[in-house]
Nanobody, 122 residues
Framework: QVHLVESGGGLVQAGGSLRLSCTASGRTLYHMGWFRQAPGKEREFVAALASIGSKILYADSVKGRFTISRDNAKNTLYLQMNSLKPEDTAVYYC?????????????????WGQGTQVTVSS
């Protein structure tokens, strides 16, 4: 198993930037992803990164603005968010998947963090 803790959320104006962090403890070698959920909407895929190698997936809505990365020495996953828009406002969740391949499907992830709130004002 793995325990995930997100941090870095907050309030930012449209056009600004924010970096989210997800620190993992426990079993290693997981595929990692970021999802988000706004009030009244389903949890949706944002970005994902394979446990080994360089395969990366992005949702069309964030491609070119968000960057997913990791620091293996610190067991930490990052989401750098630039050119933020009000529609990016949501609770952002870190997720981990052990088996299979890196995925954009919510149901295929095994572990989740508690979430961190991101609010973009205009």
């Amino acid at each position: 198993q793995v325990h995930l803790v997100e941090s870095g959320g907050g309030l930012v104006q449209a056009g600004g930037s924010l970096r989210l962090s997800c620190t993992a403890s426990g079993r290693t070698l997981y595929h990692m992803g970021w999802f988000r959920q706004a009030p009244g909407k389903e949890r949706e895929f944002v970005a994902a990164l394979a446990s080994i190698g360089s395969k990366i997936l992005y949702a069309d809505s964030v491609k070119g603005r968000f960057t997913i990365s990791r620091d293996n020495a610190k067991n930490t996953l990052y989401l750098q968010m630039n050119s933020l828009k009000p529609e990016d406002t949501a609770v952002y969740y870190c997720a981990a998947r052990y088996y299979g391949v890196v995925s954009a499907t919510r149901e295929e992830y095994d572990y989740w963090g508690q979430g961190t709130q991101v609010t973009v004002s205009s």
